[in-house]
């Protein structure tokens, strides 16, 4: 048997194409187009090519979007004032920050200045209040582009035992609360390991969906898999570079070994990470509707 394999980058561009038909829509027929603001403070590589990711996804859409590079040595209050100008912009729907920030800017207080209602990180503690209740929000994109995944690939989750492993709260924590809501019918029953978890194996040999986001390359072997489980890999991890000096990136799961006995898995690179960028764009026309009352 070999696994089904779930392509985030197929998934991801059908949602890319549902976005384009819906913000052509939003400025014929409302005269709106979201924005997004994007905010970048000192010149670290990895995260330069995020932002220019995600500016070329706006370009792509339609969305509008503008960047502010700012120096290394900004200063915290320079920042948060930026921050609150885009808060009161109404052109502007969507504010990301990149993280990580330098060492004498406080992160917590920036993403907790940005407004809730253009959190398009979905960080801020509302939006993760609101998620937790059930109410509309915006939602973390990652654990938002797991969910689209195991939607959109037809992986049953009501009533499934899914096993999480990884307690952050970028994913683990809010991709537990997500996949139990009874809100949108996901109705699973969700265990997460950590650190401190013991004999981690037994808990992730029964489930049916196995998500692991602990970064460590190949964490997950197949002897910890249960035969047809559905395998979801968060994981990205460099383990070296090519002669010419391209990064090789492996998951938190052992691929070649893992598909042999999961019936569905996700690979690294073309798995979860696409899904991250065209959340968060899903995220900014969701932000634009609700500040004109359409959702």
């Known amino acids: 048997m070999t696994a089904r394999i779930i392509s985030g980058t197929e998934i991801a561009q059908k949602i890319r194409e549902e976005l384009k038909e819906e913000i052509d829509l939003l400025k014929s027929r409302h005269g709106i187009t979201p924005g997004l603001a994007t905010v970048i403070v000192g010149d670290d590589p990895a995260s330069q090519t995020y932002v220019s990711s995600k500016i070329k ?27 609150k100008t885009l808060n009161d912009d109404p052109t502007i729907n969507g504010i990301l920050v990149q993280v990580p920030l330098p060492k004498h800017i406080n992160e917590n207080k920036v993403l907790t200045a940005i407004h809730p209602d253009k959190d398009v990180d979905g960080f801020h503690p509302v939006n993760i209040g609101r998620m937790v209740i059930g109410e509309q929000g915006l939602l973390p994109c990652t654990p938002a582009g797991i969910q689209q995944m195991l939607m959109r690939s037809h992986v049953e989750t009501n009533g499934a035992e899914v096993v999480i492993v990884g307690r952050s709260n970028i994913v683990g924590k809010p991709i537990a609360n997500m996949l139990m809501q009874k809100a949108g019918g996901a109705n699973a029953t969700v265990t997460v390991c950590h650190s401190a978890t013991r004999d981690i194996a037994s808990h992730t040999r029964r489930a049916d969906i ?42 938190d799961v052992d691929f070649d070994n893992v598909k042999t006995v999961a019936g569905a898995i996700t690979p690294v690179p073309g798995g979860v990470g696409p899904m991250t960028i065209v959340i968060l764009m899903a995220n900014t026309v969701k932000a634009a509707k609700l500040a004109h009352g359409l959702q």
């Not at 503008?66 to 930026?82: I, M, Q």
């Not at 898999?225 to 492996?250: F, Q, S």
């Open 210 to 251: 196995l998500i692991s986001a602990i970064g460590k390359p190949r964490f997950i072997t197949a002897d910890m898999v249960k035969p047809g489980a559905t395998v979801i890999d968060v994981g990205t991890n460099e383990i070296g570079k090519t002669p010419a000096g391209k990064r090789i990136l492996c998951g």
């Open 57 to 83: 996804s706006c370009q792509a859409l339609g969305i509008f979007s503008t960047n502010y590079p700012l120096h290394e040595s900004t200063s915290e209050k320079e920042l948060l004032y930026l921050v």
